[in-house]
């Protein structure tokens, strides 16, 4: 059974950082992708940016320029920088995996952006 653990979440001011961790419990580089989502309240789930087994990375406009998702391989973790947080960037961030035709999802992590 794949498992993806996140960790990183907190309560952080306008304009700081965060980098949110996603470990794995099995090889990042059989994944189809891994990605972060989000979830506001009120809102749907939405992507914020993904790493294709290839490396190359995908992202939300909302997010381009500030956010950076990268990998740890031998870790088998994969990561999101955030940068020049803002408001509207508050919600609950999942990792996601496409693992052989399945998706499988983190538990979350809780990212606040408030003064």
């Known amino acids: 059974q794949v498992q993806l653990v996140e960790s990183g979440g907190d309560l952080v001011q306008p304009g700081g950082s965060l980098r949110l961790s996603c470990e794995s419990s099995?090889?990042?580089?059989?994944?189809?992708?891994m990605g972060w989502y989000r979830q506001a309240p009120g809102h749907q789930r939405e992507l914020v940016a993904r790493?294709?087994?290839?490396?190359?990375?995908d992202y939300a406009d909302a997010v381009k320029g500030r956010f950076t998702i990268s990998r740890y391989i031998t870790k088998n973790t994969v990561y999101l920088q955030m940068n020049s947080l803002k408001p509207e960037d508050t919600a609950v961030y999942y990792c996601?995996?496409?693992?052989?035709?399945?998706?499988?999802w983190g538990q979350g992590t809780q990212v606040t952006v408030s003064s």
């Open positions: 099995e090889n990042i580089v059989s994944f189809y992708t």
């Open positions: 790493i294709m087994n290839d490396g190359s990375p």
């Open positions: 996601n995996g496409q693992f052989f035709g399945k998706d499988y």
